[in-house]
């Protein structure tokens, strides 16, 4: 036993575990005399007995000794071992219990300094992690302004997310540059949204991207030749406030959406203007498409296309094709507006 006591080494080696040097005493001598009262202690290592008293509690807590339930109570030391890898044990669940409350304090104040700044600069990772919680969060309405490149949402179908928020009576709006619609996959994610709820409207050119979701939190890329660059994150301001009437701005000027003829008898140059073969030709014309894009949607050759884009033009009285274009897009956006009382 005497080894044993002597392996723990000098006097303080036990400090650095949180025992200090008087207990430290008490325990070795206890090791090779189990079953020694209080009273003896303090003979034996001449400490006063309310001191000896008190370390005893101590170790006792620590789990370095036990004692008997007698009227005096006689003292018994742990095995080494147990002892300190108790003591190790305990020492380690406790700074793991800190840790976490340091932690959560430090969320607590990060989160408080984030709300007091109105904008900050995100990498991509965190731009990421901020976009699908803004989605996934929203309560009310989603603005978007979208463009090339796809930074995160892919193109060929709406992201999960957007179409559960859909469902739930988040409302969606967005602004889509003419440009990305010739991109493959792109008009199947625009049917998948319209029929799922989601309001689009075409603009010829948008000059950033953007997303603000329920006029609160807004993230604009800030370098869009670098899909995996910076992202401005703008809070609840006047400068979100204006990007929030720009979007509405541009909402008035830009050309409503839709693929299906069908879906479109509201617009009355439809219903005035019906000719059979045409009538899917006019929004797909409004909206700026391409002849490629459009021969794939309508599933026609080159011909047959020219020879539809040539009967429209008659009709409306165009002379190019640019001015069709033009009469069709005045005649969808016109038809979009409230109509005056009768």
Partial sequence: MKDLSQSLGGSGALRSLGVPPAEERI????????????????????????????????????????????????????????????????????ARAAITELRECSRAADERDAEER?????????????????????????????????????????????????????????????????????????RIATQAGEQYRIYPSLPFKLVVSDRRIGL?????????????????????????????????????????HTDMSRQHFLVQHSAGSTDALLPLLASGLNDKTIEHELGISHRTLARRIGELMKRLGAATRFQAGWLAAQAARNSDSPQAPG
């Fill in 27 to 94: 325990y070795r001598m206890l090791l090779p005399r189990n079953g020694t009262t209080s009273s003896e202690v303090s003979k034996r290592l001449h400490m006063p007995p309310r001191r000896v008293q008190r370390s005893l509690a101590a170790l006792e807590r620590k789990g370095f000794i036990t004692h008997s339930p007698e009227q005096a109570p006689r003292y018994f030391a742990a095995p080494p071992d147990v002892a300190v890898e108790a003591l190790l044990a305990r020492r380690q669940s406790e």
């Fill in 118 to 190: 109105i904008v900050e600069v995100l990498n991509h990772e965190a731009a990421v992690q901020v976009f699908q919680q803004v989605v996934r969060s929203a309560d009310r309405e989603i603005l978007c302004l979208e463009r090339l490149p796809a930074l995160v949402s892919v193109i060929d179908r709406p992201d999960e997310a957007q179409l559960q928020r859909l469902a739930k009576g988040v409302r969606f709006r967005a602004i889509t540059d003419s440009g990305l619609l010739n991109v493959p996959g792109s008009l199947n994610r625009l």
């Fill in 220 to 260: 604009i890329p800030l370098n869009l030749a670098r899909p995996d660059g910076p992202v401005l994150l703008v809070r609840s301001s006047s400068l979100l406030d204006a990007l929030c009437e720009m979007f509405e701005m541009l909402w008035r000027a830009a050309l409503p959406f839709a693929l299906d």
